[in-house]
C-alpha cells in the first residue's frame, strides 16, 4: 500500500488538462492546446552555446549543492538590478527549477499541523507541496475580475497555527498583477503575525497592463525581507521548462537548510542547464526577453480583441504571466441546471471534444467556475482557438436554455 501523502496529491494533479489533450490527439484529433504554460519558441542561442560550450569543455562534475557561486552572483546581481534591492551571493540557492525551491522552503519552515494561507485559485503545486510537507493549506479566495486577494479576508484567515503565506504575483492562473498597496499591507500583515513570506515571482518578466508593473514584495514593503522567500523560474523567461532551473533569495538560515536538503536529494542542480544560464546571463542584452515579452504581448492583445465578443463572460484582464482567465459564473447560471453542462469542467470538456481546443478548467486551481487559455501557443493557432472558444461559449445559451 503507498504512503497516505500519495492521496493528498491526488486532488491537485496538475498533469490532468495536458493527458486528455494529449489523449485527444492520440486519438487523431487535431487538438488546439491552449492548456499547456510553456510558450511555443526555441531558447536563446547564448543559453544553447553556455550548454554546448559546458559538455565540450568537460564540466561534468557535481557543484556546490546550491549551485555554482559565479551563477548565484550573476543570478543576485540580476535580482537587485530587478528590484532595486541589494541581493547578495549569499542570498541566492540555484535548484532544478522553481518547484524544487518550493518544496526545500517548505520544507525547511513547516511543521506537522502548520498551516499555510494560499490564495486561491492557485497553482495547484501550492497545495501539493504544503499537504507533502506535513501542513495544511488554508485557502483565501480571490474574486474576479482582478483577482486581487482582501488583505482583510486574510487577516481572518490566519489563526495561531499560521506559519506562512504563499503569493504569486504575476499570477498563474488568473493573470492578477498585485498593486504595491496590496503588497504593503500582506507585509504589514506578516510583520505583525509573524508569518513567512513565499513570493513566487517565476512570471516577473510578463506583466502587458500599461499601469501595472511587477513589484517584488520585498521592494514594496523593505522590512519584509528577514522573512520572505522570493522564488523565480528560467523556465519561462528563457524558454527552457525542460532544462529545469530555478532558484530563490532568501535570509540566511533558509539558504543554509537548502543546502543541506539539497544535498540530500539531487545533489546540485543540473551543472549544464547552470552554465548555460550562466553564459546567457554574461553575455546577453536582453534581446531575448524582449522579443518573448513583444510577442506575448501582441498575442495578449489579439486575444482581448476575439475574447471581447463573448457574451456572458466578462473579458479577462490578463495583467500577467500569459494566462486568460475567463471566470464562467454568469454564463453557467443562465444556463439550466439539468443540462449535461453544469461547471467548467464540463465547458473544457466540450471545448476539447467538440472544438478540438484544450483549456484547463478552474477546478484544477480550486475554482469550479474558472476557465484558464494560456496565450504561449503560436500566434495563428491561438487566433483559431480563440475564435472556436467564443463561438462555443456563445452557443452554449442557446443550446442548454433555461426552461
Ligand atoms: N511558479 C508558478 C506559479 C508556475 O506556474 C510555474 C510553472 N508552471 C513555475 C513556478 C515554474 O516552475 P519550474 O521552474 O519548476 O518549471
Redesign the pocket.
Known sequence: MLAQRMSSLSRWATTAAGDSVTIAGAAGHQIIDLAT?DVAIAPPSSVRDGAIIAVSTGMDRYTDPIGLASLRQAVAERLSAESGIDWNTEDIVITS????ALLEVLFAVLNPGDEVIIIRPC?P?FPAQVLLAGAMPVFVDARGPRYIPDVTAIRAAVTPRTKAIII?SPN?PTGAVYDRTTLQRIGELAINTQLWIIS?E??SNFVFSVVRRHVSIVSAHPSVRSRTIV?K????ELSI?GW???YFAAPTEIVFAARELQSHTTATPNVVAQLAVLHHLQISDGSFERNLHQRLAAARNTGLHILSDLRDVAPPRADGSFFFYLDLSRLLSALSIDGPIRCANDVARLLLEEANVGCVAGGAFGDANGLRVSFSAPPDLLEIGLKRIVETLNSLRTRQSIA
Open positions: 504554460g527549477g522553481a518547484k524544487e497553482w503545486t504569486n498563474n513566487d517565476s512570471y522564488l523560474a528560467f523556465a519561462k521548462t529545469r532551473l530555478g
